[in-house]
């Protein structure tokens, strides 16, 4: 992104969920498998999952099934 980078958008994106009625799920897709990097997305609460790249069509299966498990 060229202004914001992932992290800039989940610490923006905390300040105003409180302004958002529906649930949103976020997931972040990284080329990083740095410990860190995992460890700093599980602190963030608006993150829903954390996915290294290369997304396969199965992962990206995967989840569309657990987000939209009933109409899936």
Same mark, same amino acid.
């Given at each position: *992104?060229p202004?914001?980078? !992932?992290? !800039?958008? #989940? %610490?923006?994106?905390?300040? #105003?969920? @409180?302004?958002?009625?529906?649930?949103?799920?976020?997931? *972040?897709? @990284? @080329?990083?498998?740095?410990? +860190?990097?995992?460890?700093? %997305? #599980?602190?963030?609460?608006?993150? +829903? !999952? &954390?996915?290294?790249?290369?997304?396969?069509?199965?992962?990206?299966?995967?989840?569309?099934?657990?987000? &939209?498990h009933?109409?899936?």
């Amino acid at each position: *992104m060229p202004f914001l980078d !992932g992290w !800039g958008f #989940l %610490a923006e994106f905390k300040k #105003l969920k @409180s302004k958002i009625a529906n649930k949103v799920n976020i997931y *972040m897709v @990284s @080329s990083s498998i740095r410990e +860190t990097d995992v460890k700093r %997305a #599980l602190d963030f609460e608006e993150l +829903t !999952g &954390y996915v290294v790249k290369p997304l396969h069509k199965a992962q990206l299966a995967k989840i569309f099934k657990k987000i &939209y498990h009933e109409n899936w």
